[in-house]
């Protein structure tokens, strides 16, 4: 182990990009990277740990697929600690966005997508890929549906912002999400966490980790949630629901012999319990509704209808749910999930004298099953059964430099097959009416070559190159089918009525990408300035086309959809001054995004279609900023403006949606976060940590619809408690949404349908927990 890189890490302090996210916890030199993956960079390099107290310590990411310093990357990025996770309390990878400034997540059906910088989905069908790629050690992960198992033993997230498709694959139009978790250690450990709130949750994570001899070590952790009671009280059932129950494990076997590495991971997890219901209000006068002459009441035209508004019913019963108590439902089902998942990454690596040749295949499985009632009234109307599984195969072989020289480069190819098969049913009257039925299989083979290098030009210049060749070929068979009754596992109808858009079909989309940057590091002899970096990129993007195929009711509506494209234009600067005291970054960037995804409401389905948009643009600065006076104390934020707008004249409804702000981008988004440590005794220290992040008003339709724009909010989160001064031991009290902030996390405005659904984020949660290691 590195003496200096565990020095660092056990500063506990994170310098980022776009985000400087920095709390003070026990650190475990278990936890901290090998130093067969990770070589700290001599720039900035401390002494000792006593002299790394002094100032801001710095952070070594693998950005561009090599181990570089964050303040040395030429791109704006956010990377968030494990300690930084864990004193914010977060529990989901929903939580990163109150971590990371211009960063969203749309959560609805189980589904989480991010959104950044304006680039995002709100799409309900689960076979569209999200433009913001999620990766797990280098591995992408195709579908929404599977990071529910994925927040444990996580060393740090990197969250790459702006297209990425060069080095990073499929699907990163809007930028990458990488997950990396810990990995197996040359000294023996054991430790573990466990947390108890205010909703009857128990939390626990545990770790073992050591060498097993003849150049093998291992690492086995996991995590278990069981919750006692939902934050959602039922009305119509008398029970409580949104209590989630999940369990995963990890296990790896690293086997280390100087010039080679490999590491094999396995994991497996499951969810079932209950999911956050829906808020569903009125949108109707109880007049039109008694004389099924329908007319929308006023408070919902204004955007001001509330659950407790006797002036606005539903279309499904004539009701409303009788209060304005975000947290209680009417539904007469419960929201149920019974997710799995399972997988394997095989990770090889080989020195040679100037290079390292890398070889990393997986294969991911993960199957979702979901039970929602979507109209969330006393009675059967409508109900929604997801039943969708992923298969997985991915391989990537490349060839990195040693970046020991002028020129630096990675070769690659990579390698993706995936067959996604659905199942989900629109109920109609749980079965007594026709609903629609949507059994249909998407395979995808997807072939890209790529080729990324740097070039140092001088002392101070260098540039960037990367190009990357793309080409995908997407079969479909099947479609949609008008059916009724509710039979079998998983549920589907007992009778076929007719097909209703059904179609075997093929697409091939190729692309060629590329990124062009440059990099100055002017040489400085100030004693006030430490390092500093001006950078600018130009980079384009590709996401896969796809089929519109959920819930269709005409074969007109079973589009085939055209890949979305993106130019990406950004420039910034990274600083550190006053001997390492202060870091200041900033970025200015500007996207033109051609043939985006977006959704659209369509007579011949219940649900928005998604179709292709001409032209999105967006802009927008960026910024932070951390500052440590002292050891004890560290003070760190970031923020955000923002501008994206769909620029096309598509019209929905007879409406055009030109110049309509583009789903979940706040115009203004800030974080930040205090930390404090102190010794108060022999062997004893007292911690502190409070971090809130703010995002001003946004629309979560296209059509800007004013029942979909959520007013700004703050989120506050706090945390205190003591530790042993050799970080062996810890117990704290935490509070996550301490001010009790109400505010919207999903919303799908169905006016023909007669209800306005919403799904609002956790409410206060406080409690105690406590760490240890061995």
């Known amino acids: 182990m590195d003496i200096i890189y565990f020095a660092r890490r056990r500063?506990?302090?994170?310098?980022?990009?776009?985000?400087?996210?920095?709390?003070?916890?026990?650190?475990?030199?278990?936890?901290?990277?090998?130093?067969?993956?990770?070589?700290?960079?001599?720039?900035?390099?401390?002494?000792?740990?006593?002299?790394?107290?002094?100032?801001?310590?710095?952070?070594?990411?693998?950005?561009?697929?090599?181990?570089?310093?964050?303040?040395?990357?030429?791109?704006?990025?956010?990377?968030v600690s494990s300690e930084a996770l864990a004193n914010s309390g977060a529990t989901s990878v929903t939580d990163l966005t109150g971590l990371v400034p211009n960063m969203q997540a749309n959560y609805g059906a189980g589904q989480v997508a991010f959104n950044v910088r304006g680039i995002g989905t709100n799409e309900f069908s689960a076979n569209l890929d999200s433009p913001v790629a999620v990766n797990l050690d280098e591995v992408y992960l195709a579908k929404t549906f599977m990071t529910g198992l994925l927040l444990f033993d996580v060393d740090r997230v990197e969250v790459l912002k702006g297209p990425q498709g060069t080095l990073f694959g499929r699907n990163a139009t809007g930028g990458a999400v990488n997950f990396f978790t810990r990995k197996p250690t040359e000294q023996f450990s054991i430790g573990g966490t466990v947390s108890y709130d205010n909703y009857q949750t128990v939390r626990t994570e545990g770790y073992i980790s050591g060498p097993l001899g003849g150049g093998f070590s291992a690492?086995?952790?996991?995590?278990?949630?069981?919750?006692?009671?939902?934050?959602?009280?039922?009305?119509?059932?008398?029970?409580?629901?949104?209590?989630?129950?999940?369990?995963?494990?990890?296990?790896?076997?690293?086997?280390?012999?100087?010039?080679?590495?490999?590491?094999?991971?396995?994991?497996?997890?499951?969810?079932?319990?209950?999911?956050?219901?829906?808020?569903?209000?009125?949108?109707?006068?109880?007049?039109?509704?008694?004389?099924?002459?329908?007319?929308?009441?006023?408070?919902?035209?204004?955007?001001?209808?509330?659950?407790?508004?006797?002036?606005?019913?539903?279309?499904?019963?004539?009701?409303?749910?009788?209060?304005?108590?975000?947290?209680?439902?009417?539904?007469?089902?419960?929201?149920?999930?019974?997710?799995?998942?399972?997988?394997?990454?095989?990770?090889?690596?080989?020195?040679?004298?100037?290079?390292?040749?890398?070889?990393?295949?997986?294969?991911?499985?993960?199957?979702?099953?979901?039970?929602?009632?979507?109209?969330?009234?006393?009675?059967?109307?409508?109900?929604?059964?997801?039943?969708?599984?992923?298969?997985?195969?991915?391989?990537?072989?490349?060839?990195?430099?040693?970046?020991?020289?002028?020129?630096?480069?990675?070769?690659?190819?990579?390698?993706?097959?995936?067959?996604?098969?659905?199942?989900?049913?629109?109920?109609?009257?749980?079965?007594?009416?026709?609903?629609?039925?949507?059994?249909?299989?998407?395979?995808?083979?997807?072939?890209?070559?790529?080729?990324?290098?740097?070039?140092?030009?001088?002392?101070?210049?260098?540039?960037?190159?990367?190009?990357?060749?793309?080409?995908?070929?997407?079969?479909?068979d099947g479609g949609t089918y008008a059916g009724s009754g509710v039979g079998g596992v998983p549920p589907r109808p007992t009778t076929i009525v007719g097909p209703t858009a059904v179609t075997t079909a093929s697409r091939t989309d190729d692309a060629a990408t590329f990124k062009l940057g440059v990099e100055w590091k002017p040489q400085l002899s100030s004693t006030w300035i430490d390092k500093l970096m001006f950078y600018g990129n130009v980079s384009t993007g590709f996401r896969s086309g796809s089929f519109n195929s959920e819930f269709v009711g005409s074969i007109d509506a079973l589009t085939s959809l055209s890949p979305e494209k993106i130019t990406a234009y950004e420039a910034g600067f990274k600083s550190v001054t006053m001997n390492r005291k202060l870091l200041f970054n900033a970025s200015v960037f500007h996207y033109n995004f051609s043939d985006g995804f977006i959704n659209v409401d369509n007579p011949s389905s219940p649900i928005p279609l998604t179709v292709n948009a001409a032209s999105i643009k967006s802009y927008g600065v960026e910024f932070d900023a951390e500052w440590r006076p002292i050891r004890q104390f560290t003070l760190s934020m970031g923020g955000s403006w923002l501008r994206s707008r769909i620029a096309s004249d598509i019209s929905v409804g007879g409406q055009s949606l030109r110049g309509n702000r583009t789903v979940q981008s706040p115009k203004w988004t800030y974080t930040v976060q205090g930390t404090f440590d102190q010794p108060i005794a022999n062997g004893l220290d007292f911690f502190a940590s409070s971090d809130a992040n703010y995002r001003s008003s946004q629309y979560f339709e296209t059509t800007n619809s004013v029942n979909s724009l959520e007013p700004g909010y703050w989120i506050v989160n706090a945390r205190l408690g003591l530790k042993s001064s050799d970080d062996r031991w810890s117990i704290g009290v935490f509070a996550r949404n301490a001010t009790k902030a109400v505010y919207r996390t999903y919303v799908n405005d169905l006016p023909d349908l007669g209800f306005l659904l919403n799904i609002y984020g956790n409410p206060r949660t406080y409690g105690l927990s406590a760490s240890f290691k061995l």
Request: proline share 4%; aromatic share 8%.
């Open 11 to 79: 500063s506990a302090l994170l310098a980022t990009s776009t985000l400087s996210a920095l709390i003070m916890m026990p650190i475990d030199v278990a936890h901290a990277t090998p130093q067969s993956a990770v070589t700290p960079p001599n720039a900035m390099a401390p002494a000792s740990a006593a002299s790394e107290d002094a100032g801001i310590s710095e952070i070594v990411v693998t950005a561009q697929k090599r181990n570089q310093s964050v303040q040395d990357v030429g791109i704006t990025m956010s990377v």
């Open 219 to 476: 690492r086995i952790s996991g995590m278990l949630v069981d919750q006692g009671k939902g934050y959602y009280r039922n009305l119509t059932l008398g029970n409580r629901e949104g209590a989630e129950k999940r369990w995963a494990l990890r296990g790896q076997l690293a086997w280390d012999d100087a010039d080679t590495r490999v590491n094999l991971t396995v994991n497996a997890g499951r969810q079932t319990g209950t999911l956050q219901p829906y808020e569903s209000v009125g949108v109707y006068t109880p007049e039109s509704f008694a004389t099924s002459s329908l007319v929308r009441c006023a408070a919902y035209q204004a955007g001001t209808v509330r659950g407790n508004d006797p002036n606005c019913v539903r279309g499904t019963d004539g009701l409303n749910p009788g209060d304005n108590d975000p947290y209680t439902t009417t539904g007469n089902r419960p929201h149920t999930v019974s997710n799995k998942g399972a997988g394997a990454i095989l990770r090889i690596e080989h020195d040679f004298d100037n290079a390292t040749l890398t070889s990393l295949s997986s294969y991911q499985f993960f199957r979702r099953r979901q039970h929602e009632d979507s109209d969330e009234s006393p009675g059967d109307f409508v109900d929604v059964d997801s039943n969708n599984v992923q298969k997985q195969f991915t391989q990537e072989l490349r060839l990195n430099s040693t970046g020991s020289g002028r020129w630096n480069y990675v070769l690659g190819a990579y390698y993706e097959h995936d067959q996604y098969t659905n199942g989900d049913y629109f109920e109609v009257g749980y079965g007594a009416g026709v609903g629609l039925w949507s059994p249909f299989t998407q395979k995808v083979d997807a072939l890209a070559v790529f080729f990324h290098n740097n070039v140092e030009l001088t002392n101070t210049l260098s540039l960037t190159a990367g190009v990357r060749y793309s080409r995908e070929t997407i079969n479909f």
